[in-house]
């Protein structure tokens, strides 16, 4: 946020902030002092040790003329200069590389050889002519970069290498006011700056972290030898800040230099200066030349530099997003468009922001925003435009956009370039348009996000019940859109033995839980009775979902090739905790009881129409944003009135502006399930087949409630009252799982008889009971590490085939 006055009544008050960058003495002063402090002549980062290794300037390459690839950023967007030749114009188009596989958190780094050389041999055979990572990656990913490079030098990846940010609460002794300006953040920064230089340079030795070497818990160690920075495209610095800690750092810094009150800074430094600024953007523009003077010092070279950005803290005014507190979306800008750049400064500064079409909120409903593509409305065209104008003669790109294949959505957007409920051809589509729009307001280039899928990630929608939190890593969360970014699948099961939805239930390496003989409960006599006659129920899970395999006499009774859905529905109830717990009831009239009472109740009533719904105890609708009845127990409890609700969440909050609305309240039909075989329909939860008169469910551990199946840990909630951050639900450990079926037959939309049920059950007056003796009772055992594998997306070769259609000439690079 621009400050519209300057702090003023006490002018004699000053700060210099002296912070020691080697030899080098940065002068930072109040806009509202007398006098700037001039930076000492002849200051220098480092000397010649600059380099941990003892490297020599030139070490990537030789002077700048006789590097193989030279880039610059300047008024119309990134250039390029091969061996020697004329700059030509350069579109950057990448992925953003990622390397947390199952079970692990990105600070750990156990992805093998073998994998890496797999990841960056897909990340170029997709098309694309970069690669960007956020902080120093493990020695492989650059000696395997280095090798792929020099094995195809006729079609190299180009490197965007990052220096991350650590936010203030990532530091486990963290304690008192986030603040982004505190030495130990400012310490922790300048030696990721210095690591980051070194290992693209392969000159470091990064040590392990220990209790003597705290700074390096959590980020890549060991021997960096593989010089990579005769391909690098420039430096991309920091991360997405957060408004509410810009808040917190500016408050400390003017409370301790500006009696509480807003002043303006300024910072000037060899390559970059910042004047009238706020303290987080004089920070910015003090670690920018930061790590242009520590390269240029080390090694005789210096490159293109950005700091990442994204649109809550775009300096622009939005008309229509909320003020605090009921939003922090605008409440904050960084302009770096302030900071002077040196003449001698050839590289250039570019500017990158992670944008998404369906974030936030002021890029879905700002009025001027209101635009439509070919296909279209395309609020994010309208959003990127904008941008465009903003930054009007300055090297613009988007460092992040993408589209998960998830089953689960975190936003919706009106153009239908959502935050999930994509499958994976859906996601192609999404991510094409995405890209068109990016070239169709003119940026200088894009990098997509991301290519592996990675369990770690957390999402708003379904963090309130992935708990413990830290165990999130361990299992993989289909509705968890956060999760599913990759154009590299990493789904549950080992490689080769792991469950294919088809129908078939040939991969339920498991004897049937439950199973009968002999003829239907009650049958109908009208020829449809085989398809209602239930035989077994096998029960299985992954590291992803609950697998239901439920077989009947033959769904095929007159031999005409198609499931006659006019005449057979199916009900699967699911306990999930405590047999005495739940609905005893499967319909209102509670013509159908069961002894082993449910909390989940699946309908299956033609192949497009298969929906779960939960007991109303149980159900957690609204848990996010604190909308709860009565009825919401948050736990399950005994209860006669069967009555279950379609599982559901909300996604979008209705949204207003000047007592107008512009959205309503939008909830995901999660329970609502894809259908048809995971070839053709990758987020699909239920098939079958006729041939094997099998039906085939599976069920996200999340839509059951489970917070965490590596654990058996379900929502058991006894706390009342609305649930806020610091409240989490309290969850426990199930023993077990049980399953029973049943089959109901009639007429057209009218299936209500009861024909058969497994177990079978009994009549007592004209209620039929199913009796607790005889359900698919399951339990599995506790994981540490999962089992996983991976393949590429439809997605993948979808945007591969699309990519030369899309992206500009200028992105092809002809060495």
């Given amino acids: 946020m621009e400050w519209s006055t300057y702090f003023s009544g006490h002018a004699s008050i000053r700060r210099v902030l002296v912070v020691p960058l080697l030899a080098f003495v940065i002068a930072l002063t109040l806009a509202c002092a007398p006098a700037d402090t001039e930076k000492p002549a002849g200051a220098s980062v480092g000397g010649a040790s600059v380099g941990g290794g003892g490297g020599t300037a030139g070490s990537g390459g030789g002077t700048v003329d006789e590097r193989p690839f030279v880039f610059r950023a300047g008024e119309h967007g990134f250039e390029l200069r091969v061996r020697g030749r004329a700059f030509e114009p350069f579109w950057p188009i990448g992925v953003n590389y990622s390397h947390a596989i199952p079970g692990t958190s990105p600070g750990e780094f156990v992805a093998t050889r073998e994998q890496i050389a797999e990841w960056i041999e897909a990340i170029a055979e997709l098309g694309v002519n970069a690669v960007r990572v956020y902080t120093v990656q493990s020695p492989i990913f650059y000696e395997e970069l280095l090798h792929y490079n020099t094995k195809h030098p006729e079609r190299p990846l180009f490197l965007l290498q990052g220096a991350w940010l650590k936010e203030p609460e990532e530091d486990p002794d963290f304690h008192g006011i986030p603040d982004y300006l505190d030495p130990s953040i400012r310490d922790w920064f300048r030696d990721e700056i210095e690591k980051v230089v070194d290992v693209v340079h392969g000159n470091r030795e990064i040590p392990h972290g220990s209790p003597e070497i705290p700074m390096n818990y959590g980020r890549a160690f060991g021997s960096f030898t593989a010089d990579v920075s005769p391909w690098l495209l420039g430096w991309l610095v920091g991360r997405e800040v957060e408004p509410l800690t810009i808040v917190s750092s500016h408050q400390k810094y003017y409370d301790e230099n500006c009696h509480g009150f807003p002043c303006k800074v300024s910072y000037a430094g060899t390559w970059f200066s910042i004047e009238g600024a706020s303290p987080i953007e004089a920070f910015v523009t003090e670690y920018l030349d930061y790590l242009t003077t520590y390269e240029e010092e080390g090694y005789g070279e210096k490159h293109p530099i950005g700091f990442s950005n994204w649109p809550t803290l775009d300096p622009i005014d939005h008309v229509v997003e909320y003020e605090f507190p009921e939003s922090v979306d605008d409440m904050e800008q960084l302009d770096l468009l302030k900071i002077e750049v040196s003449p001698s400064f050839t590289p250039g500064l570019f500017f990158s922001?992670?944008?998404?079409?369906?974030?936030?909120?002021?890029?879905?409903?700002?009025?001027?925003?209101?635009?439509?593509?070919?296909?279209?409305?395309?609020?994010?065209?309208?959003?990127?435009?904008?941008?465009?104008?903003?930054?009007?003669?300055?090297?613009?790109?988007?460092?992040?956009?993408?589209?998960?294949?998830?089953?689960?959505?975190?936003?919706?957007?009106?153009?239908?370039?959502?935050?999930?409920?994509?499958?994976?051809?859906?996601?192609?589509?999404?991510?094409?348009?995405?890209?068109?729009?990016?070239?169709?307001?003119?940026?200088?280039?894009?990098?997509?996000?991301?290519?592996?899928?990675?369990?770690?990630?957390?999402a708003w929608v379904v963090d309130r019940v992935e708990l413990p939190a830290d165990r999130r890593r361990v299992w993989y969360n289909a509705m968890n859109p956060e999760q599913n970014f990759g154009l590299i699948a990493m789904r549950p099961g080992a490689e080769g033995v792991h469950h294919v939805l088809d129908g078939k239930g040939d991969d339920f390496l498991v004897v049937p839980t439950a199973w009968q003989e002999g003829p239907a409960l009650a049958p109908q006599g009208d020829g449809h009775d085989a398809a209602r006659t239930l035989r077994t129920i096998k029960v299985d899970h992954d590291e992803g979902f609950l697998h239901i395999l439920l077989e009947v006499e033959s769904l095929d009774p007159d031999g005409n090739g198609e499931v006659d859905w006019d005449h057979v529905d199916y009900l699967v109830g699911i306990d999930t905790y405590l047999p005495e717990a739940g609905d005893a009831c499967l319909d209102e009239a509670c013509s159908l009881r069961t002894e082993r009472r449910i909390e989940f109740l699946l309908r299956i009533e033609s192949e497009d129409d298969v929906a779960l719904h939960v007991d109303e105890p149980y159900d957690l609708y609204g848990l996010w944003h604190r909308n709860r009845e009565d009825w919401q127990l948050y736990r399950t409890a005994p209860n006669d009135d069967g009555l279950f609700n379609l599982v559901q969440t909300i996604t979008n909050n209705s949204f207003w502006h000047k007592g107008e609305m512009l959205a309503p309240i939008i909830a995901q039909k999660t329970g609502q399930f894809r259908t048809g075989t995971e070839a053709m329909r990758s987020t699909s939860n239920f098939w079958y087949s006729i041939a094997d008169g099998t039906l085939e469910v599976r069920i996200p551990w999340n839509l059951l409630n489970v917070t965490d199946p590596s654990q058996r840990l379900v929502v058991d909630d006894h706390v009342p009252g609305v649930k806020t951050k610091e409240v989490e639900l309290t969850v426990t450990k199930t023993p077990e799982l049980a399953i029973l079926a049943v089959a109901l037959g009639g007429a057209a939309e009218a299936e209500t008889a009861v024909v058969d049920t497994l177990p079978r059950a009994h009549q007592v007056g004209g209620t039929w009971v199913i009796p607790a003796d005889g359900v698919a009772r399951y339990t599995w055992a506790e994981w540490e590490i999962p089992t996983y594998h991976s393949y590429r997306k439809r997605s993948y070769n979808i945007v591969k085939a699309a990519l030369p259609k899309i992206v500009p000439e200028s992105a092809n690079v002809s060495p």
Avoid at 373 to 383: C, E, K
Avoid at 384 to 402: D, F, N, Q, S
Avoid at 446 to 455: K, S
């Fill in 353 to 458: 922001y992670h944008a998404y079409p369906y974030y936030p909120e002021f890029i879905l409903h700002e009025p001027q925003y209101d635009i439509k593509d070919d296909f279209g409305p395309n609020s994010y065209l309208g959003y990127l435009r904008h941008l465009r104008e903003v930054y009007a003669g300055h090297t613009l790109i988007i460092g992040e956009i993408g589209h998960p294949s998830s089953q689960g959505t975190g936003h919706y957007a009106k153009s239908g370039l959502h935050h999930g409920d994509l499958d994976e051809v859906q996601q192609a589509e999404a991510i094409k348009r995405s890209l068109r729009t990016i070239d169709e307001a003119e940026l200088d280039g894009a990098f997509l996000f991301a290519m592996i899928d990675e369990w770690f990630k957390r």
